[in-house]
Every structure is written in C-alpha cells, then in structure tokens.
C-alpha cells in the first residue's frame, strides 16, 4: 500500500501538462524509440539506424513518414469541417499549392530550405484570405462548391502549358533538389523525427486552441451558427481564424510532402485528396482531432496492404472496407470508443467480477 500512495504522490507531482498529455507524450516515445526496435528485431544495433542503413527499419520509417504528413493534412481538415462544421471541397488547393512553391523555388530559384518555408507559411495565410472572402456570402453546401471550383481552377492552372516550365504540366513536378542535411535518402532517421515532431506539435496546438474560448466559439459556431450571432459573436472573424490555422497547417504538411517525394503530382490539387482528407476524418472520428491521426495511419497501412497483397483488386477492396467503416462505425474509431466508453467498462468490470467471483467458489 505505501509503494501504491507513493507512486500516485509522485503522479500528483508532475505539472499538470504532462499529467494532461501523459498518453500523448507516451505515444511520441514510443514512435520514436520504433525505428530502434525494429532494428533490434532484426539483429541490428542502433548505431545502423543512426547511419541511415537499408533494411526494414529504414523502409518502415518511410512509411511512417507518410502517415505523418497525412495525419498533418487530415487534421487541418478536421478543424474546419469537424470542430467548425465548415464543409470544403478545396482543401487540397492549401496542400497541393504548398507543395509546388516549394518544389518550384527550390528547384527553379534555388531558394534556401528556410526562406521557402517562409514563404509556404505566407501562402497559407493568403489561401485563407481567398477562401475568406466568400465566408460572409455563402455557407454550407454553397461554400463547398465555391471552395470547389476555386480548387479546381488551381489543378486547371499547374497543369496547363504556360507553367510547364516550373510546374510540369500533366507529368508533374521532379527533379526537386532537397538539402542533404534534411534529405529522405541519406537523412531519414532525421526526417522521420521531423515530421513526427511536427506532427505532434500540430496536434497540441489544435488542443490547446479548441480547448479557448475561440475554439469553444468555433464549436458553437458548428452546432448552431445562428445562436451564436444572437449572442454577440461575429463569427466571420472566428471562422477566418479556424481557417486561417487550417490553411498554414495544410500547408506545412505539402512543404514536407515535396521534400520526402520524388515527384509533385497534380493528383495533389485534385479533388480526390480533398476527399481522402475527409475520408480520413471519418474513419477516425469527425470533431476528434485525435481521430485524424488514428484514420491517417488506417488509411495508408490499408492501401499499402492491399496494394501489396491484391494487386489491381486493391482499390475495389478498400472501397468495401471504406462503406463497412461508415455503415459500422458511423462515429468513426475514436469517436465510437468515446460512446461507448462507459458501456465497455462497465462490461469489463462485470466480466472481471464473475471471473474473480468463480475463481473464489
């Protein structure tokens, strides 16, 4: 009893953000400490990992890599449409427009890795600025369309003929020349820890900014918009400001997504990874923030097992299993474990009294 009433004394002890974020900060250990382990399963000693060997540590840290960057992008999407009940069919112009700048000036000006994340940055707060300006015209469906057909205009435009030069036209942008300090294939130890920090970062921001009273307006806001401006909010400003984070978020997500990738394809301007941003959200739980990074790492680690494994059937299978998950699990995994929580306690608690109950007859 007294190693009990200690070990909990020490718990009260620590401040109460690591108390807060304990499975946070435990779930971060534990990606980090993965490239290592792995190593050690196949008989390798960390020194291997550190100097970027070929092998399936290397390989898994790619794939993490990309569950990263989505988990990113899916989470910006997850703060306009799941906590401010914004629905947009543009994301991916935030994402993609990010990714070509910083293939172009890297690649075509020769910027530095530093200047151009400047610039990514500015660009998220102007995308924002262009989605913005019909805020106060249009909302609900009408936005998802005009936020359609501005996304739209953008994959027409890095696609065309005129900015084949920079963009690549239909083939895509390549060739783009990463710094060797940051670069995937000689640094990927140090990149996977990038994007996994930054993912991280994302990620306690967001709770820290639903959990202010702008957050809580941009709530109020979702559930009943009207109410809200009965009250006093003028809930423009805190819709600009939910995506205004969202759109610097985005973009973040594309800086790395170029720096990792060989090529930037207008794929990522398209519509379709708009809809795989919100098929994401729904997989793991719309509202959740913590969801987006759950779907992320579902999504791909089941596109990857499939392709692997059905070949060409892949794509009809994941579309199954996408309706299986929305019929099943409306709520989304994290969401559906938030409502039943109780019920699954109480349901351990009564299987564990009967076991001790039948161990003690």
């Not at 807060?20 to 008989?43: M, W």
């Amino acid at each position: 009893m007294a190693e009990i009433s200690s070990s909990r004394s020490l718990w009260e002890r620590l401040p109460q953000p690591l108390r807060s974020n304990s499975g946070v900060l435990t779930t971060f250990v534990l990606l980090a400490l993965l490239p290592f382990v792995i190593a050690l399963f196949e008989g390798k000693p960390p020194s291997a990992v550190w100097a970027n060997q070929a092998g399936t540590s290397k390989f898994v840290q790619g794939l993490a890599i990309e569950i990263f960057i989505l988990a990113v992008y899916a989470i910006s999407y997850d703060l306009i449409f799941g906590i401010t009940g914004l629905l947009s069919f543009g994301h991916a112009m935030f994402f993609g427009a990010s990714a070509y700048l910083t293939g172009v000036m890297l690649k075509s000006f020769g910027w530095n890795l530093w200047t151009t994340l400047g610039l990514v940055i500015v660009l998220g707060g102007v995308n924002a600025l262009l989605f913005a300006i019909v805020l106060p015209r249009v909302k609900g469906i009408t936005f998802a369309l005009v936020t359609l057909g501005m996304a739209a205009v953008f994959h027409i435009v890095v696609q065309s003929r005129e900015l084949g030069a920079y963009t690549g036209s239909d083939v895509g942008l390549q060739g783009v020349i990463v710094p060797d300090f940051i670069s995937p294939a000689s640094q990927r130890l140090r990149f996977y820890f990038v994007a996994l920090l930054l993912m991280y970062l994302v990620y306690l921001l967001y709770r820290r900014f639903v959990s202010s009273p702008t957050g809580r307006v941009c709530i109020a806001i979702r559930e009943n918009e009207g109410r809200a401006l009965m009250l006093g909010y003028n809930t423009f400003y805190f819709k600009l400001a939910a995506l205004t984070i969202s759109s610097i978020t985005a973009a973040l997500a594309g800086f790395l997504h170029t720096l990792y990738q060989p090529i930037v394809t207008p794929n990522v301007a398209g519509l379709g990874y708009t809809i795989s941003a919100l098929l994401i959200v729904l997989i793991g739980g719309v509202g959740t923030l913590n969801g987006a990074l759950i779907g992320a790492a579902v999504f791909r680690l089941l596109d990857f097992g499939l392709r692997r494994y059905l070949g060409e059937s892949a794509s009809f299978v994941s579309g199954v299993v996408y309706v299986a998950i929305v019929l099943f699990v409306p709520y989304g995994i994290v969401g559906t474990w938030y409502l039943k929580r109780l019920q699954i306690r109480q349901g351990w608690t009564r299987l564990v009294e009967r076991f001790r109950h039948s161990s003690e007859a």
